[in-house]
T-cell receptor, first 111, second 114 residues
Framework: GENVEQHPSTLSVQEGDSAVIKCTYS??????FPWYKQELGKRPQLIID?????GEKKDQRIAVTLNKTAKHFSLHITETQPEDSAVYFC??????????FGKGTRLSVIA | GAVVSQHPSWVICKSGTSVKIECRSL??????MFWYRQFPKQSLMLMAT?????????EQGVEKDKFLINHASLTLSTLTVTSAHPEDSSFYIC??????????FGPGTRLLVL
């Protein structure tokens, strides 16, 4: 089955700097890669997703890149703000199987 | 759009009792609902996948007789933790999807078994 590895487990950045979180997956059939943000005690919120027919997708300060050959995808947050502090989860799915989540990255943005 | 509610938001119960958690999709029809358990500072662990009108598919290691799942309609799925014990204390989150890909999460239920 699918296995998703996520790095780093914790990340601290200064406000205004960029943050990058990387994930790798094992199943070449996976074609859907969402990213979720979870604040303490709250539900995961979908912040961006990418499908395998696209290499990059951007939404304001957030971007996701996908390298299907290498089976890895990354989340990029630019101009980080304190409210970006949360746990971020990547996930992968082939569409016929449930999402498999990474272990999460705890991002701290220091003002 | 894509709002998912979950009830109750938290529950405290005595060991041995059963607890029912409801998950509702409020503005769309969820052909599939997922149930997760999340321990502190850990990732989301999928417990089971349920499709409306059919039996749930449980992940390996999840006891189907202990965690009863019912998906009676396109907007409602329930998880019943039977004979709960302290080790069942956790944060239970459901999610709903109408295309098996994009998942929208409920706010979660925090269960504490004394």
């Amino acid at each position: 089955g699918e296995n998703v590895e996520q790095h780093p487990s914790t990340l601290s950045v200064q406000e205004g700097d960029s943050a990058v979180i990387k994930c790798t997956y094992s199943d070449s059939a996976s074609n859907y890669f969402p990213w979720y943000k979870q604040e303490l005690g709250k539900r995961p919120q979908l912040i961006i997703d990418i499908r395998s027919n696209v290499g990059e997708k951007k939404d304001q300060r957030i971007a996701v890149t996908l390298n299907k050959t290498a089976k890895h995808f990354s989340l990029h947050i630019t101009e980080t703000q304190p409210e970006d502090s949360a746990v971020y989860f990547c996930a992968a799915s082939s569409g016929n199987t449930p999402l498999v989540f990474g272990k999460g990255t705890r991002l701290s943005v220091i003002a | 759009g894509a709002v998912v509610s979950q009830h109750p938001s938290w529950v405290i119960c005595k060991s041995g009792t059963s607890v029912k958690i409801e998950c509702r999709s409020l503005d769309f029809q969820a052909t599939t609902m997922f149930w997760y358990r999340q321990f502190p500072k850990q990732s989301l662990m999928l417990m089971a996948t349920s499709n409306e009108g059919s039996k749930a598919t449980y992940e390996q290691g999840v006891e189907k007789d202990k965690f009863l799942i019912n998906h009676a309609s396109l907007t409602l799925s329930t998880l019943t933790v039977t004979s709960a014990h302290p080790e069942d204390s956790s944060f239970y989150i459901c999610s709903a999807s109408d295309d098996f890909k994009t998942q929208y999460f409920g706010p979660g239920t925090r269960l504490l078994v004394l």
